[in-house]
């Protein structure tokens, strides 16, 4: 059974940071690249960023780019969204993702608010 696990998620002030955490069971993690979204009431889910399953190519949305950093730890199955310089912009609930034998899977989420 696949499982996607999100943490870190919180009420934070603009220009501050935080990390996520996305841990995950079920599937060979080491094989399959990850993705983080977000989504905000009435919009659709957004692709923020995704790392390769070698760990040797990241891709980031543009609104995030050189604040956000993607990385995963395949001893731990676990991957990770490093995110600075928040902006109120970046509130949204945030999943990762990852699709495995032709399905999409995904965690339930992590609530970040950015807000003074």
């Known amino acids: 059974q696949v499982q996607l696990v999100e943490s870190g998620g919180g009420l934070v002030q603009p220009g501050g940071s935080l990390t996520l955490s996305c841990a995950t069971s079920?599937?060979?993690?080491?094989?399959?690249?990850m993705n983080w979204y977000r989504q905000t009431p009435g919009k659709e889910r957004e692709l923020v960023a995704t790392?390769?399953?070698?760990?040797?190519?990241?891709n980031y949305v543009d609104s995030v780019k050189g604040r956000f950093t993607i990385s995963r730890d395949n001893a731990k199955a676990t991957t990770y969204l490093q995110m600075n310089s928040l902006k109120p912009e970046d509130t949204a609930v945030y999943y990762c993702?990852?699709?495995?034998?032709?399905?999409?899977?995904w965690g339930q989420g992590t609530q970040v608010t950015v807000s003074a």
């Open positions: 993702n990852t699709y495995y034998y032709a399905n999409n899977y």
């Open positions: 079920g599937f060979p993690f080491i094989s399959y690249a």
């Open positions: 790392i390769s399953l070698s760990d040797d190519m990241t």
